[in-house]
């Protein structure tokens, strides 16, 4: 489903990446460890075709990213801190991200936003949720499509403990739903817990 080949990227003559490849196979939890700055991030920037100037090759679920596509059909993604419109509802923000590809309406939003434990009728703007709220509902954004594949960005980032672990059931149950999943978590425990597999990064190279 995912399949990077030989990327390297530079930025500022800064080499970000360096001849990565990884894979990962239809129905796999596959985990991204490394340091901070290590790459892990451009990476996966780079998959959903936030940035393109790599060279080498990217290909989702066959698609070549920066050539037969933009971006990746059918997959959801949290990378670094969600964006929302700030003086909008959480609702309000879902529904306007729902309305690009039109595939599910007002019930769809209505119970992932209860399945992450937020509340899709209040009005209070997203500029006033906390770090934790905002992350559930980016995971609420990811999930809601019902997409093949998820790339998640450090999904548990500000989420308490026991939200922590109702997210992490969360993903277990796609997993087992056969969804095909990227993680990219600092806590051992969540990468031991989903993942098939795990690559590690380090400064810019799969190590």
């Known amino acids: 489903m995912i399949s990077v080949k030989d990327v390297s990227l530079t930025i500022k003559k800064n080499k970000i990446l360096d001849n990565v490849s990884i894979e990962v196979k239809k129905g796999e939890t596959v985990g991204l ?6 790459g892990k991030t451009m990476l996966m920037k780079c998959i ?13 679920s066959g698609k070549r990213i920066g050539k037969d596509t933009e971006f990746p059909k059918k997959c959801g993604f949290i990378i670094e801190n969600p964006g929302f419109v700030p003086y909008f509802s959480g609702y309000e923000n879902l529904k306007v991200l729902a309305g690009i590809n039109k595939v599910i309406g007002k019930e769809e939003i209505i119970n992932y936003m ?3 434990e937020l509340d899709p009728y209040s009005k209070k703007s997203v500029k006033k949720y906390s770090l934790g709220m905002r992350q559930r509902l980016g995971i609420a954004q990811a999930l809601m499509e019902n997409p093949d594949i998820l790339i998640l960005d450090e ?14 059931e969360i993903l277990m149950d796609e997993k087992d739903r056969g969804k095909t ?11 031991s817990y989903l993942c098939d597999r795990t690559y590690e990064i380090d400064g810019g190279r799969i190590v």
């Open 48 to 60: 959903c075709g936030f940035n393109t100037s790599f060279t080498g090759e990217i290909l989702v």
């Open 114 to 116: 209860k399945l992450v």
């Open 181 to 191: 999943i990227l993680l990219v978590s600092h806590n051992e425990n969540d990468i």
């Open 33 to 38: 460890t490394g340091g901070n700055g290590s």
């Open 155 to 168: 999904p548990f980032n500000g989420l308490d403990k026991k939200m922590a672990g109702k997210i992490r």
